[in-house]
T-cell receptor, first 112, second 115 residues
Framework: KNQVEQSPQSLIILEGKNCTLQCNYTVSPFSNLRWYKQDTGRGPVSLTIMTFSENTKSNGRYTATLDADTKQSSLHITASQLSDSASYICVVSEDSNYQLIWGAGTKLIIKP | DAGVTQSPTHLIKTRGQQVTLRCSPK?????VSWYQQALGQGPQFIFQYYEEEERQRGNFPDRFSGHQFPNYSSELNVNALLLGDSALYLCASSLGFSRAYNEQFFGPGTRLTVL
């Protein structure tokens, strides 16, 4: 069964610290993996999209990695800011019908 | 360049009623997808419209139906509302159906509360 699992479920860190969020998937055949940021009550905003051949992709202070062999991805946030407080959702696209399989998200809280 | 817009922002209905949510895609986009997101959960795919036809559908009952107009805007209709239909309904637009790398842009969502 195609699944996307994220950890931790929630995370609290101090402003200025770094953090890493994890995503494991069993989606097959794999097409691409996306990370979204979603502020409470708002629509998700795309951070990165990575295909099978891409190991890492950055978007400002956000860096996503992908290991297609182990079917794992991570999102690293550097020098966190209060505005980084949000849910971060990992989404994997299946290559047969291009359906998006969504994770439940990691809720990140940045404290001053 | 307007992004994805949705209306209304908030909506309160009672059980058994019917509701229609509306979405205008990002300029230049022709594909609209609808998602339901319960509190604390990830979005659940409802269906996707392209060329005015439903192309893909998630695991939702027939009470959920939709429509896409010639200008690519879309409506989501839910009949016989249940308490469990309370959620944030998200619309996402993209360019081209069945393109693996097509990035989806999301609207701000419609918060539906069923009493």
């Amino acid at each position: 069964k195609n699944q996307v699992e994220q950890s931790p479920q929630s995370l609290i860190i101090l402003e200025g610290k770094n953090c890493t969020l994890q995503c494991n998937y069993t989606v097959s055949p794999f097409s691409n993996l996306r990370w979204y940021k979603q502020d409470t009550g708002r629509g998700p905003v795309s951070l990165t999209i990575m295909t099978f051949s891409e190991n890492t992709k950055s978007n400002g202070r956000y860096t996503a990695t992908l290991d297609a062999d182990t079917k794992q991805s991570s999102l690293h946030i550097t020098a966190s800011q209060l505005s980084d407080s949000a849910s971060y959702i990992c989404v994997v696209s299946e290559d047969s019908n291009y359906q998006l399989i969504w994770g439940a998200g990691t809720k990140l809280i940045i404290k001053p | 360049d307007a992004g994805v817009t949705q209306s209304p922002t908030h909506l309160i209905k009672t059980r058994g009623q019917q509701v229609t949510l509306r979405c205008s895609p990002k300029s230049g986009h022709d594909t609209v997808s609808w998602y339901q997101q319960a509190l604390g959960q990830g979005p659940q795919f409802i269906f996707q419209y392209y060329e005015e036809e439903e192309r893909q559908r998630g695991n939702f009952p027939d009470r959920f139906s939709g429509h896409q107009f010639p200008n690519y805007s879309s409506e989501l209709n839910v009949n016989a509302l249940l308490l469990g239909d309370s959620a944030l309904y998200l619309c996402a637009s993209s360019l081209g159906f069945s393109r693996a790398y097509n990035e989806q842009f999301f609207g701000p969502g419609t918060r539906l509360t069923v009493l």
